[in-house]
């Protein structure tokens, strides 16, 4: 079975160029969240969707980051204009549900390493 | 939600078991105990979690205090592919919320 796609791997922009990272979960996964990594730092949660909802926003910088998830598939994650303090590794999760009494495991994604200089 | 304290780093010997310590003085009584891991330039990986008894899986085992203030992750016999970075998490859901949160872990090295 295929794990969690990202792409792209590695991007690297000027600041205040727009970016865009994509994300397909495993199949049958209704829930999918996007994570962000800074260097020596675990995941921090940005935004969790349920479907195509977006039920879990609040730690999204919402003056420069978006996400969509049509169709409650494949994902964007988007950041216009990209800050130097936006240089971190975004990572992709899915999981078959969310809650179920704390017992969904999460499956995690490559990640996309964002280097804006 | 309730804060996880744990070492900053751990060597072990390869073929040799490995106890990942992890303390939640604050838990609550519906908070569970999941344990990630992340490889080097990969996304975490999910290892196991528990809510009172000890658990036990292919890849680990999971020995929950009887006050459930500390909980340890058994790794029977490290192999230098076990050398990542162990995250010990609690989740308490209540609404909307129940997130993971990480902390900075433990960095497990496991030398030859």
């Given at each position: 079975?295929?794990?969690?796609?990202?792409?792209p791997?590695y991007?690297?922009?000027?600041?205040?160029?727009?970016v865009?990272?994509?994300?397909?979960?495993?199949?049958?996964h209704?829930?999918?969240?996007?994570?962000?990594q800074?260097l020596?730092q675990?995941?921090?949660?940005?935004?969790?969707?349920e479907n195509e909802?977006a039920?879990?926003?609040?730690?999204?910088?919402?003056d420069?980051?978006?996400a969509?998830?049509?169709k409650?598939?494949?994902?964007?994650?988007?950041?216009q204009?990209a800050?130097?303090?936006?240089s971190?590794v975004?990572?992709?999760a899915s999981?078959?549900?969310?809650g179920i009494?704390?017992?969904?495991?999460?499956?995690?994604?490559?990640?996309t390493?964002?280097?804006?200089? | 939600?309730?804060?996880t304290?744990q070492p900053?780093?751990?060597?072990s010997?390869?073929?040799e078991p490995?106890?990942?310590?992890?303390?939640?003085?604050?838990?609550s009584?519906?908070d569970?105990?999941?344990?990630?891991?992340?490889?080097p330039s990969?996304?975490?990986?999910?290892v196991?979690h528990g809510?009172?008894?000890n658990?036990n899986n292919?890849?680990?085992s999971?020995?929950?205090?009887e006050?459930?203030?500390?909980?340890?992750?058994i790794?029977?016999?490290?192999?230098?592919r076990?050398?990542?970075?162990y995250?010990?998490?609690?989740?308490?859901?209540?609404?909307?919320?129940?997130?993971?949160?990480?902390?900075q872990?433990t960095?497990l090295?496991?030398?030859p």
């Amino acid at each position: 079975e295929a794990g969690v796609v990202q792409s792209p791997r590695y991007k690297i922009i000027e600041k205040k160029q727009p970016v865009a990272f994509w994300c397909n979960p495993i199949s049958g996964h209704n829930t999918l969240y996007w994570y962000r990594q800074n260097l020596g730092q675990g995941p921090e949660l940005l935004i969790r969707y349920e479907n195509e909802e977006a039920v879990d926003d609040s730690q999204l910088p919402k003056d420069r980051f978006s996400a969509e998830r049509l169709k409650g598939v494949d994902s964007t994650l988007k950041i216009q204009p990209a800050e130097l303090g936006d240089s971190a590794v975004y990572l992709c999760a899915s999981s078959l549900m969310w809650g179920i009494g704390g017992t969904d495991t999460q499956y995690f994604g490559p990640g996309t390493r964002l280097t804006v200089l | 939600d309730a804060k996880t304290t744990q070492p900053n780093s751990m060597e072990s010997n390869e073929e040799e078991p490995v106890h990942l310590p992890c303390n939640h003085s604050t838990i609550s009584g519906t908070d569970y105990i999941h344990w990630y891991r992340q490889l080097p330039s990969q996304g975490p990986e999910y290892v196991i979690h528990g809510l009172t008894s000890n658990v036990n899986n292919r890849m680990a085992s999971l020995a929950i205090a009887e006050d459930r203030k500390s909980s340890t992750l058994i790794l029977h016999r490290a192999t230098l592919r076990d050398a990542a970075v162990y995250y010990c998490i609690l989740r308490r859901f209540s609404g909307n919320t129940g997130k993971l949160i990480f902390g900075q872990g433990t960095t497990l090295q496991v030398k030859p």
